[in-house]
Each structure stands twice: as structure tokens, then as C-alpha cells.
């Protein structure tokens, strides 16, 4: 009896502290909270009430659209063009960037007399701001004067023509995100204790296995941060498209569905437009990002 | 078959950059003592021993004295710096840790935290060569040793410390290996377990009979354990021996209070040769030395002159009589079967041990803290030591 008696004493005990902890939480997540409500929920709502209205060119709602917005602009024919280049940066760049970080790291793991100069080097891509980074590289892409045919003794049109101008967007966003990616695989591989890496050693476990079957499973959680990160980034590409492409008579071959949104929204005022690609893109990321959670559930090993 | 020696092994850690500074380290830090060149730090010097096929090795010393770098110079994970390591006669200083034949098991365990401990074992036993009928029956046998068979599907995260180190060594036995190194595998269980998995070591290294090499920091370990104790100190073997010789005829002073527990007690005393015979003078009494010792530093030349006495704890017996050099008793602890008495001896401390009851199963009571007692010892239990030195007089 008196044990059941204590129990329940105890639960509520518990209860009034879960209670008062929650309490405190709230109140330390109010600055985010508030701020999350005007710069990021208000806009959201925003976009989708917009979505679905006919709105003048001064971005006031002049009356309910329903789904008129979203077959205007699924019927445009720049629209699949654009679905296909944003699918397609995601495509490349997530796969290459999560094979050049791992691969990096892996050469750079084991700590030597010129380690610091190697991470300095790859980790240096975060230093730059995308639109210096866009700036930069047009100037090395440039077909005439540029650093990368002169190099490389091309002679390829690069931003300025239909087939090459998404080659050079995607080297370029790969680029960027070298750097932050990088860092993290370094960091979470150095977190492997040596004494793991010493008992495949012992074990006579050869390096592709060692990579495989260890090292990668055991930066799993890593690997999935950057491959969301990334996935996310990459569907969001547009400062390319914009700062570089921006005039040339090639940038129909790297409209994505974000740049094809801020000329709609920001050079033709066209906010019902703007409004259904912005949805249609976060709908697409939100879609691979449950699928890369289920990817997670199989292959991501947490310590 | 594995015999493994090795022969004037030295091991050299270049410094650092950037870590100049820890040579101003205080001196009670592990390592502080170790020889530094300009080379480098000297973890293990002029390292020779012969361990013979199915021997059971310990290296045991106080931490930082080279144990680990010794271990894994065998093991092939650090390079020699100088001598030579031959394992079955073969020169392997510049071989892999694959190649060597050998398992090892670590301190952390170093398990594969996202492997069941099923494949935990397997692992290193998926190559082309063995088929999966034969890796399993390997590795369900070896978990049947080590009764961990129930766990064979669960991860290392969900065992307790004994587990995990059980999973550890089945890792390292199912491979069959020539000789097995084991760095401290006990070292991170409570202290109840760890006497389990010691008496476990003692049956399985009777059933899977290969040579192991096991390095310790816990003398009792290394007492209960090996054919024979490596005792090391600052880079440097201090004595190699059997459990029994290691206590009996310690080589020096830092063996004789290494080994044995509690630690032996030291004293200073003069050692008088009077007529062909030698005698110990401790503090005024005057305690002759037995004969084989006698003859044995006639031997060695030993001459008269201040040195170190060395008693162990129980040794020491309390008598009545106050003939007997006095002490004043400090703290006293109660073991259960023996008692122990902390003694302060002319500004010394030193410990007494005595049965905790007479022979009638009463508890003697009279070991009250605060109080004086008298003590005396046999003849033939004095340990006599270099004062300069530290070695042992008679050996
Ligand atoms: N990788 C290393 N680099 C430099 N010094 C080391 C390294 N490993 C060990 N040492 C030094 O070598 C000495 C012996 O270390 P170790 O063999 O680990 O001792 P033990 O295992 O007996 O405690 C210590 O003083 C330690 O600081
Ligand atoms: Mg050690």
C-alpha cells in the first residue's frame, strides 16, 4: 500500500517538474519563436495564400485565384525546363560534392607535418561569398579571357552557350559547398578513436573495406547532415543563374525553378507566379527529404 | 607455434611541434622521468626478452613506463626505433599487423559500435578464403567460450563493460591468432568483475592455448596471470621472472614495492659485517642475516655500510614485550580475515598486516588507533637494499 501511495506522490512530483521545465523552454525559445513568426512562418503563409489569388503587380491581393496561378504556370514552357535543371544540380551536386568531401577527408585524415595547410586549402571555398564566388568565376569561365580555357587548353563557350552553361553552374556550386562539407567529414573522421583504426589494422582488414565497412558507417550521421544540407541548397540554386548567367544569350539552359521565381517575382512583378514555383520547390525538397529520412532509418549508425 | 623476442628494442617519440613545453611538466607526471634526447623522448630502452611458444607474459609497471609502446611495437602499430623483433624466428620489424599473425585486444574494447557483435566477430574473418558455414561455427564457438551467445545480435552499445570485453576477446580469438596482446583489458571494469574475468582469462588461456603478451598496471594481475612478470619502470625492465621469483627475490627496491600488497615497508638500517658474518642494525637491534643471504653478498662484495631494509606488512608481528622496537598506531582497517595496522615508525609510515582473529575465532581487539604497540620480524624475511642503488643486496 504504502509503496503504490509513494509511487503516485512521485508521478505527480515528476509531472509538476516536466510541467515547469516546459515552461522554461517556451520562454527560452520565445526570441526564436517570435522572430521565426515575422521572417519566416508570416512569408510562408504569405506565399501560400498568394498562391492561390490573383495579385497585382504591387503584390496586393485583388481577389481568389484557385488553382488559376498553379496551371499557368505548370503550362509555361519554360517551366519543365527549369523543374529539369533544378532536379538536375540536385542530381549532380549532392552525389560529386558527398563523393569529393569524403574522399578529401579521407586523404587528409591522418594528421601530418602539413595537415594544416592541406585543411586550410580545401577548407577555403567557405571564405568566399556566393556572389563573390559568382563573380570570380565568370571571370574564369569567361570564353575569351577566362583562366579555366586558357588552363585547360579549351576552347568551350561555357556560360554563353546552350550546352556548356550548366556544366560551369554545377562546377560552381560544387565548389561552394566543398569547403563546410569537407570540414565536417574531416572532423566527424578524426572522431573515430584510433584504437578502432588500429583493430582493423591488427584485423588485417585491407583499406577499401576499412573505408567502407567502417570509416563511412561510422560518419553516417555526418554524412546525412551534408547530404540534406546540400539537397536543400542545391534545389534552392539560383544566385548562379542570376549573377552570372544573367544576360547571356545561354540562360534559358540554366533557368532553375528559384531564378525562374525571382525574375517572375522581382523583374515582371508576376507574385502569383512566383508564388506557385517557390511552393513547387519546397514541396520538392520537403518530398526528398522524407526520402532521405527513410535513407537514414536504414544506413545512418548513431554513437 | 610463436615464440616472440625481442632483442634490444627501443623506442624513440619524436617530439611534437608545438608541445616544447611539456618538458617543464612536474615530475609526478607519467613520463616525466623517461630519458629525453634530442631525438625525442626514449619510451622503452635496451628491451630483451624471449617469450617462448604458449608463454604467458605480463608487462606490468606504473603508468606511463612504456607497457603500451612495448605491446605495440609487437603488435606492429608503432615503429621500432631501434633492436630487432623476431616472432618464430622471423625478423618482423618491418612487417604489418596483418602479417604477424597476432590479435589484440584493447583497453576501450575498440569494438565496431555499428556491427552486432555477431559481425563484430566475423569481420576480420570475411575474406574470399572462408566460407560462411566455417565463420559461423567459428565464431558461435567462440562465443560459447565466452558465454555471449545470447548477445550475438545485439550492438556493443547495449552491453555492459564485462560484455563488451568478452566480445573483445572473442573478436581476437576467433582468428586463431599465434600470440594474443592484451593492453589493459581489464582495467575498465569494477573491481568485482575484474577478479571474474581474471579467473576467465586463466581458463581460457587453457583452452586456447597461444602465446599471450598482457600488459597490466595492477600487480595482482600480473601476479595471478603470468608464466612469468616483465616489471618495468621509466622505459626500462626492472626484472623478468616468475610470480614467485618476482616476490621472493625482487632485483631492487622499485620491484620489491611494485609487487606485493599491501607495499612493502622501507627502513633505513646499517648493515655491520662482525666476524665473517653480517648483521642488520635497525634502530639500535641488532638482527643477523641468514646464511644463504650471507653467502650470497660475501659474494657480491657488499660491504658494511647504511642501506635500505625492506619488510613486507606481514611480515611484521605484534609482540608483547617491550624488548621490541614501538610504534604508534594510526588508522586501522579492518579486511575481514586480516587486519591492517598503520604504523607510524620514527616520522615513517608503515603497515602491518595481522589475523583479525586468535586461533580460537575470537576477534582480537586490541589494535585501538592512538595507542603503542611493539613490533618484531624474522630474520629471514629482510629484504636488503643498495642505498644508493636500490638493487637487491642478496641476489
Ligand atoms: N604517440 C606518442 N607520442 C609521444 N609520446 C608518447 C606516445 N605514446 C606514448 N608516449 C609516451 O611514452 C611513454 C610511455 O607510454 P606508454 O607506453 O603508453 O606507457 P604505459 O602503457 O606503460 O602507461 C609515456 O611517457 C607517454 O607519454
Ligand atoms: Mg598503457
Known sequence: MRGVVAMKTGATLKHRQRVKTRKKVFLLLLPILLFAAVFIYYPFVRTVVNSFSLVNAKGIIKGFAGLDNYAYTYGRKDFLPALRHTLTIAAVNVPITLFITISLALLANKKRRLSPVYETMFTLPMSVSMSAAC???????????????????????????????????????????????????????????????????VDGINPFRRIFKVQIPLISPTIF???????VLAMMTSAPMIIIMGVSSAASATTTLMSMMYQSGFSSSDYGLAAVLSISAFLLTLGFTILSFVFERKKVHYQ | MASVSLRNIKKIYPPVAGEKKKHLSPSDEPGANLEKTDRGIVAVQNFNIEIKDKEFVVLVGPSGCGKSTTLRMIAGLEEITEGELYIDGKLVNELDPKDRDIAMVFQ???????????????????????????????????????????????????????????????????????SMLMDEPLSNLDAKLRNQMRAELIRLRKKINTTFIYVTHDQTEAMTLGDRIVVMKDGFIQQIGTPQEVFDKPSNQFVAGFIGTPQM????????????????????????????????????????????????PDSLSLVESDQYPIAHVGVVEMMGTNVHLHLEFKGKDIILVTQAKDENQHLKLDYESDSMIHFSFLPQSMYLFDIETGKNLAI
Open chain 2, 265 to 312: 615497508n622501507f627502513f633505513h638500517a646499517v648493515l655491520i659485517e662482525e666476524n665473517g658474518h653480517f648483521c642488520v642494525d635497525f634502530d639500535g637491534f641488532k638482527v643477523p642475516v641468514v646464511d644463504e643471504d650471507n653467502r650470497r653478498m660475501k659474494a657480491n662484495g657488499v660491504k658494511s655500510a647504511p642501506i635500505i631494509l625492506g619488510l613486507r
Open chain 1, 135 to 201: 563573380m570570380i568565376f565568370k571571370s574564369m569561365f569567361s570564353p575569351s579571357v577566362g583562366f579555366i580555357n586558357y588552363f585547360f587548353g579549351l576552347k568551350l563557350g561555357w556560360y554563353e552557350s546552350q550546352e556548356t552553361a550548366l556544366s560551369a553552374v554545377l562546377i560552381l556550386t560544387i565548389w561552394m559547398s566543398i569547403g563546410f562539407d569537407f570540414l565536417l567529414m574531416l572532423s566527424a573522421l578524426r572522431a573515430i578513436p584510433d584504437q578502432i583504426i588500429e583493430a582493423t589494422r
Open chain 1, 225 to 231: 547532415y551534408v547530404l540534406c544540407t546540400n539537397l
Open chain 2, 108 to 178: 576501450n574494447y575498440a569494438l565496431y559500435p555499428h556491427m552486432t557483435v555477431y559481425d563484430n566477430m566475423a569481420f576480420a574473418l570475411r575474406k574470399r578464403t572462408s566460407s560462411k558455414e566455417e565463420i559461423d561455427r567459428k565464431v558461435r564457438e567462440a562465443a560459447d567460450i565466452l558465454g555471449i551467445t545470447e548477445y550475438l545480435d545485439r550492438k556493443p552499445k547495449s552491453l555492459s563493460g564485462g560484455q563488451r570485453q568478452r566480445v573483445a576477446i572473442g573478436r581476437a580469438i576467433v582468428r586463431n591468432p599465434k
